[in-house]
């Protein structure tokens, strides 16, 4: 969280802080976080994120959460399985797929489901 530094118009570039919206109140374009790349590079290693545990929590330090009172749904960490054939047919040497079907729904909208609970929550919303 430390690394979020607020949002930004996709549209035509508005900023806004760090606040429950998702679209520009100017134009009505989508939100997207503003993140501090240079903050990032000084304190994120790889070898930082592989000591995380096992789930999709291993990268909170590049989520716009906290990540103190995270919402756990035992998604991600999905397995990535090397498509031999698939690959050899596209002349891939290494295409790997990712297999979401292993998330507790089979679905890869797990991931996003629980970082804005998450953020939700630190927001102070009590339902969703």
């Not at 079907?101 to 009590?126: C, D, M, Q, W």
């Amino acid at each position: 969280m430390a690394f979020l530094t607020g949002l930004q118009c996709r549209e035509c570039g508005r900023e806004y802080p760090v606040e429950p919206l998702n679209v520009c109140d100017f134009c009505f374009g989508p939100l997207e976080v503003v993140y501090d790349y240079d903050g990032i590079a000084r304190v994120i290693s790889r070898e930082r994120i592989a000591s995380g545990p096992l789930s999709m929590w291993r990268y909170q330090d590049l989520l716009p959460v906290d990540g103190k009172n995270a919402v756990d749904i035992n998604a991600g960490f999905t397995p990535l399985i090397k498509s031999k054939n698939l690959g050899k047919l596209l002349g891939l040497d290494n295409l790997y797929i990712k297999n979401d079907s292993v998330n507790p729904s089979y679905s890869i909208k797990h991931r996003v489901v629980a970082v804005a609970a998450t953020k939700a929550l630190e927001f102070g919303f009590e339902t969703l």
